[in-house]
């Protein structure tokens, strides 16, 4: 019933954003100028959009190299699948699921798998709050847009505490008495256990900050991607507007939507545009470009690793990968 209704808020949120993205775009004016689309820039678009998803698996194996050698096919394979399940799953289910694939090709624990992931969304958070921050400070943005920046600011801080005292959580004060009492549930002990297993690779600074540059690189293809969008359908943003863009527009993703995010994507790009001086019917067409490629290349992605998922498992040696978030 707890899903069912999230599943229904995201739905409800879906439908306002739309809602007011109508109310605020000439649709047909913004239809016209998507038909105009050039071919080559759509074609450059796709390349980044390719990039950031390469360059996003390397940093998930970085951050899986303390747990255990995990080939970068597999980790490819698994951030795909989990990219397909939030393109129409509620809540960001995909990303349970692509620790749960990743745990059927390697054998490791999905615990600790989901823990190396609440580390990549911390990462990622701090990352394009960054690149938030600095291009609003660029481009002297005021309002809804600055604000909603620092609400993801004080987000992420809470998301480095929650992970800082995960790892350090067997020395705190009581630590020894919540022990005792999660004895008497010995496979939940386990999965906080192995999750406590995959937060602690941000301990490790040398896994932290490849993670932190593969993330600047990835994103530097995401701003990219928004900039070669909109060089398609006419307009040319400066780096700090596409920066912002797609800033803004990934950070909406974090509010409950429908799957694929629909209608959240297309008014924060809508909302920041205007807000940097770019008219909201370009906006619109350029959002819907970036939107729809990712979508499509990611379920594409995840559809064709979930077909050869189990041809690869078959094959595999049932040999269980040596490491320390493998299940006991």
Not at 132 to 156: E, Q
Request: net charge positive; aromatic share 4%.
């Amino acid at each position: 019933m707890r899903g069912l209704g999230r599943a229904s808020l995201g739905m409800a949120i879906s439908i306002v954003a739309l809602f007011l993205v109508v109310r605020s775009v000439d649709l047909v004016t913004a239809w016209n100028v998507l038909l105009t689309a050039s071919p080559q820039w759509i074609a450059l678009l796709v390349v980044f959009v390719i990039a950031d998803v390469l360059l996003r698996a390397v940093r998930w194996r970085v951050l899986l190299a303390p747990l255990a050698p995990v080939p970068l096919g597999d980790s490819l394979a698994s951030l795909l699948v989990g990219y397909l399940s939030n393109n129409v799953l509620p809540a960001r289910l995909g990303e349970v699921v692509r620790s749960h694939d990743l745990g059927m090709r390697t054998r490791l624990s999905r615990a600790a798998i989901l823990g190396t992931i609440v580390v990549e969304r911390a990462v990622d958070t701090l990352v394009v709050i960054s690149i938030a921050s600095v291009a609003i400070l660029v481009l002297s943005v005021r309002g809804v847009v600055a604000s909603a920046v620092l609400v993801g600011l004080a987000v992420t801080a809470l998301m480095v505490a929650a992970i800082a005292v995960g790892i350090v959580a067997h020395r705190l004060p009581g630590a020894a008495r919540i022990a005792r009492f999660l004895d008497r549930w010995p496979r939940m002990r386990h999965v906080l256990t192995r999750l406590r297993d995959g937060l602690r690779v941000a301990s490790d600074p040398r896994t932290l900050l490849a993670a932190i540059v593969l993330t600047v690189g990835s994103w530097s293809c995401t701003v990219l991607a928004f900039a070669a969008a909109a060089q398609a359908v006419g307009v040319e943003p400066t780096m700090g507007q596409a920066a912002l863009l797609a800033a803004g527009t990934n950070l909406a993703t974090a509010i409950p939507a429908a799957p694929g995010y629909v209608g959240t994507f297309e008014l924060a790009a809508v909302t920041i545009a205007a807000s940097v001086g770019i008219d909201r019917e370009s906006a619109l067409a350029f959002a819907v470009l970036v939107h729809a490629t990712t979508l499509l290349m990611t379920s594409i992605g995840g559809a064709l690793a979930l077909a050869l998922r189990r041809r690869r498992i078959d094959d595999r040696d049932k040999v269980p990968v040596t490491g320390s978030g493998l299940d006991a």
